[in-house]
T-cell receptor, first 118, second 115 residues
């Protein structure tokens, strides 16, 4: 089990360029999310998905697109990179077996992608 | 809307001292889930503990302990006999969803253990 894998680990973009941050999990988790971490602001939710074909916006979705065509993959697309998108990006996945309190689990995080937009 | 407040931005203690990291949360839901994550200098997020709103039992795991009090909406984390390896940023997080797809994080507390 690799868990949650994010690629690339580091990326430098020029303003206006587009790119896709990859996130893959091999745990068959239904729920996946993208967060960005900025100094002094903790992690903020960008987009999330509750299953293949279902995505929704989080707190800071502007400038980002997502899709969930398979259970395993949840790529994050930057449409036209801006310096304000310089950040560390984390992908997370989660699941539950049943609905009892004892079945609740934690969110599993990838190693992060450090993105710099110049 | 839910909110998590970690009022302590940075804490420094001398090794072997005890230290408590505070976490106060706000939610309108009666069912919710609380977490602590550790982010060491290497940058990954390490899961420490989860708690659901029905379970107010305190928990101890080695040198770590957690105090969950619904009456004060707090979920505090204590490290006993701190060690240099405990130096990290610690995040408290809240989920109102069983699937954890929408976590709300505090801004984190940077803990430095001075040898």
């Amino acid at each position: 089990n690799a868990g949650v894998t994010q690629t690339p680990k580091f990326q430098v973009l020029k303003t206006g360029q587009s790119m896709t941050l990859q996130c893959a999990q091999d745990m068959n988790h239904e729920y996946m999310s993208w967060y960005r971490q900025d100094p002094g602001m903790g992690l903020r939710l960008i987009h999330y998905s509750v299953g293949a074909g279902i995505t929704d916006q989080g707190e800071v979705p502007n400038g980002y697109n997502v899709s969930r065509s398979t259970t395993e993959d949840f790529p994050l697309r930057l449409l036209s990179a801006a310096p304000s998108q310089t950040s560390v990006y984390f992908c997370a996945s989660s699941y539950f077996r049943n609905r009892g309190p004892e079945d609740h689990t934690e969110a599993f995080f990838g190693q992060g992608t450090r993105l710099t937009v110049v | 809307a839910q909110k998590v407040t970690q009022a302590q931005t940075e804490i420094s203690v001398v090794e072997k001292e005890d230290v408590t990291l505070d976490c106060v949360y706000e939610t309108r839901d009666t069912t919710y889930y609380l977490f602590w994550y550790k982010q060491p200098p290497s940058g990954e997020l390490v899961f420490l503990i989860r708690r659901n709103s029905f379970d107010e039992q305190n928990e101890i795991s080695g040198r770590y302990s957690w105090n969950f009090q619904k009456s004060t909406s707090s979920f505090n984390f204590t490290i006993t006999a701190s060690q240099v390896v405990d130096s990290a940023v610690y995040f408290c997080a809240l989920s109102e969803n069983f699937g954890n797809e929408k976590l709300t994080f505090g801004t984190g507390t940077r803990l430095t253990i001075i040898p």
